[in-house]
């Protein structure tokens, strides 16, 4: 079956950590599939398998049969985890990923091993049921997953693991671990790739070049819940000024070289009871974005082509609600001004369609604050919020009404403003000027300033306008454009 969706979701299920391998013009995308009916308790066999999509441009899907099944009780697969595939290797492929058995420790048997399976084709894998890899001595036996492998320069094979070493404090014991091999059936262990101690588990982790420079890429979720990434300088892996790819609600991302591009793909989270406010889940939608590298070194994230293009222009349909405003065709912009002032670019509704929006922004270095508004209702009390701070160096994602338990207002709810990620805040370029890109579908939702992305879950409000504001200051929005796919 074929899909079309810029954030794909298999309907019976989530889409979780993925494993990406090209086949000509084709990218294969593995996943860890978790069934809809799955309770999650410890215990429980939470049906984790490896799903199979293939793409040519990442808008349309191909979903194929499940490609790794979960095992049964007895076996170290309860749980079919992540890892990755590599190959053609003397004519057939290999996928590495990790068996899960929660029941297993109770007969003396590590929870975690390293697993294999075999394919001619890429779409039907024999398990390889003789041959196992556990977690050496030095190493937490319980935590050995997320295979990664690799082939080096020399011709031997590499492999880099989520695992903690045995004897440093449990919360921050997390380490990239790392073996060698020269004939993918023998692994000897080789020093941490990285040792950062402050993580409990960087998850998925990844090496790959870009642009002459050469990153690893891993998620956590003890510390910060985030895809992030490292640069290497000399001799040692180097932290970024801000060290994050994309916001919170994004997690086990990797990337793949597909079509001259190097693209970076994770999930992102549902929340519980289909709420802003609700916790997050495991699992959700495919993410997937442009990676690019800075004149600094530094990693941005940047909007795929092939999901901007091919939507229906929506005509603009400028409304000026508040203050003086002067408009030119997709262009407007407003007079200096005192408290707040706003007008209305279009209305939105992606109950009924995608949404891609684009403009160019122009600040004013002294406003108190500025930006776009995407589903803001007649009186502006509500909406998603693109806001932008230059004197504080930033821009924010936030989501009014900010409610909070008071005598006189019996409908306000403390717990929304306790959660967290009530503000997604980035640093800001330097400069006045800034492009933005907006793509929406269904509760998925990508909002991208120059080359930083933040997507984030779109759930209380799905209609509305798209507006222009400021506070106490100015701002000019240009080369507007909304376009709309049913």
């Not at 993410?287 to 939507?311: C, I, M, N």
Request: proline share 5%; charged share 25%.
């Amino acid at each position: 079956m074929t899909q079309s969706s810029l954030f794909y979701r298999p309907k019976n299920g989530w889409f979780g950590d993925v494993m990406p391998i090209i086949d000509g013009d084709t990218c294969h995308l593995f996943y860890t599939h978790l069934n809809a009916d799955d309770t999650g308790s410890p215990l429980f066999s939470k049906k984790l398998q490896w799903g199979h999509l293939s793409t040519k441009d990442f808008v349309t899907f191909t979903e194929h049969p499940i490609a790794i099944e979960a095992g049964e009780r007895d076996e170290p697969d309860l749980l079919a985890g992540a890892g990755s595939v590599i190959g053609p290797v003397e004519g057939r492929y290999i996928a590495f990923y990790c068996g899960i058995n929660p029941h297993a420790p109770a007969t003396g048997k590590p929870e975690q091993v390293v697993l294999r399976a075999f394919s001619e084709d890429l779409m039907t894998f024999e398990k390889d049921t003789e041959w196992q890899l556990q977690a050496p001595a030095g190493y937490y036996t319980h935590a050995w997953r997320d295979p990664f492998v690799f082939r080096q320069s020399d011709g031997s094979w590499e492999m880099l693991l989520c695992t903690q070493l045995d004897q440093v404090s449990g919360r921050r014991s997390g380490v990239i671990g790392r073996m060698r091999s020269v004939d993918l059936d023998n692994w000897e262990l080789e020093d941490p790739l990285w040792q950062p101690g402050i993580t409990l588990a960087p998850e998925c982790p990844e090496t790959f070049a870009l642009d002459y420079e050469n990153y690893i890429l891993f998620s956590t979720y003890s510390d910060r819940f985030a895809v992030r990434y490292r640069r290497r300088d000399a001799e040692k892996w180097t932290i970024p000024a801000w060290d994050t790819l994309d916001s919170n609600d994004l997690y086990a991302a990797t990337s793949v070289n597909f079509n001259g591009e190097s693209i970076l793909i994770g999930w992102l989270a549902t929340r519980a009871g289909d709420r802003d406010r609700g916790e997050r889940q495991w699992g959700g939608d495919l993410v997937a974005h442009k990676l690019v590298v800075r004149e600094d070194g530094s990693l941005g994230t940047v909007p795929l082509e092939s999901r901007t293009g091919g939507y229906n222009p929506h005509p603009l349909d400028v409304q000026v609600r508040k203050g003086e405003w002067s408009v030119d065709a997709n262009s407007v912009s407003s007079a200096p001004a005192a408290g707040l002032n706003w007008l209305s670019l279009a209305e939105v509704d992606t109950r009924k369609q995608s949404i891609c929006a684009n403009f160019t922004v122009s600040l004013d270095a002294d406003s108190e604050e500025s930006g776009i508004a995407l589903f803001a209702d007649e009186e502006f009390s509500r909406g998603y919020l693109l806001r932008f701070e230059p004197r504080r160096g930033r821009f924010v994602f936030d989501r009014r009404p900010h409610k909070i338990s008071v005598p006189f207002d019996y409908d306000a709810e403390r717990g929304y403003v306790s959660q967290p990620d009530f503000e997604i805040e980035r640093p800001l370029r330097e400069g006045l000027t800034h492009e933005v890109s907006v793509i929406l579908e269904g509760t998925c939702l990508s909002v991208y300033v120059d080359d930083v992305a933040l997507t984030t879950r779109a759930y209380d409000l799905r209609d509305g306008l798209i507006a222009a504001y400021v506070s106490n200051g100015s701002i000019g929005i240009h080369n507007a454009s909304v376009g709309v796919r049913a």
